[in-house]
């Protein structure tokens, strides 16, 4: 019976008194967290969508407090950005433009295949087959990488078989921009309404045959634009958005269409 009793009394007495050693030191050696820290994190959204940079919300927190930039949340925006500024005894907070994703292809449907994928219905996957059945090789594949990323419901594959983004659920959280494998998803600014929706830098006839909604680098935009807000580099056309007006005079001289307006160029009757 004292071979077991021994042993257990002396285990026991070790971990009484290592136990002892642990609460002393976290007493003495014990590191206060900034209040200011739980504040911030209290009115952040708690999407932990990463946008900001950050693994999570209170990351995020911790980082302002040590200096960080307050408007990197982009869920929240201008309004979380200066409850932050009063948290940190810091002046108006100055604002920003809000941005939003933007798939830059309207290929899908209007672009044809090079050959049948039969693989995963995923982008990563049928992009690793050759780029993917899409001639174009600069085109959307709609396999829905970026729909799963997104954590706020804002992109969806349409009836073309090309992701698109509603902005008015859209935070500008990123996710979406690291998770198409073609480098699609660009972020724009929220007032702008004239887009190039392609991102094809093959030149050539064949361009055309492989999609109708092409950039063809014909350049007839860039002679257009009154503000010299685009230009056509590396064969595709690219806008200038603090230069550019929303003017439309670009989209209007488009012979592709590849260059788009929200809400589509209006007509006086």
């Known amino acids: 019976m004292n071979l077991l009793v021994t042993p257990i009394l002396s285990l026991g007495a070790v971990g009484l008194v290592f136990g002892g050693l642990l609460s002393f030191a976290s007493t003495q050696f014990a590191v206060e967290e900034d209040p200011r820290i739980g504040q911030i994190d209290a009115i952040l959204p708690g999407a932990n969508c990463g946008g900001c940079g950050y693994p999570g919300c209170n990351n995020y927190a911790t980082a302002v407090v040590g200096g960080d930039p307050l408007d990197k949340c982009t869920v929240g925006g201008p309004s979380v950005a200066a409850k932050i500024a009063d948290i940190m005894g810091i002046g ?26 039969n693989g995963l219905n995923e982008c990563v996957a049928a992009n690793f087959v050759l780029g993917g059945p899409k001639a174009c090789k600069d085109g959307c594949l709609g396999g829905g990488d970026c ?10 594959i ?8 509603d902005p008015e659920k859209c935070v500008g959280c990123e996710a979406c921009v690291a998770a198409c494998p073609k480098n699609l998803i660009d972020l724009v600014p929220e007032p702008q309404l004239v887009f190039v929706d392609c991102k094809n ?8 045959k492989n999609c109708s909604n092409a950039c063809i680098g014909c350049k007839r935009c860039e002679k257009t634009c009154p503000h010299g807000a685009i230009e056509v580099v590396n064969n595709v056309a690219v806008i200038d958005y603090e230069k550019c007006t929303n003017c439309m005079e670009c989209a209007k001289a488009c ?15």
């Open 158 to 165: 349409n009836e073309n078989n090309v992701a698109q983004v």
């Open 147 to 156: 729909v799963r990323a997104c954590k706020f419901d804002a992109i969806h």
């Open 201 to 208: 830098k093959e030149f050539g006839g064949h361009v055309r």
């Open 92 to 117: 108006g907070v100055e604002a920003t433009t809000k941005m939003i994703a933007r798939v830059k292809c309207h290929g899908g449907t209007n672009c044809v295949d090079a050959f049948q994928y």
């Open 255 to 269: 012979p592709t269409k590849c260059i788009h307006v929200v809400g589509g160029i209006p007509t006086v009757e």
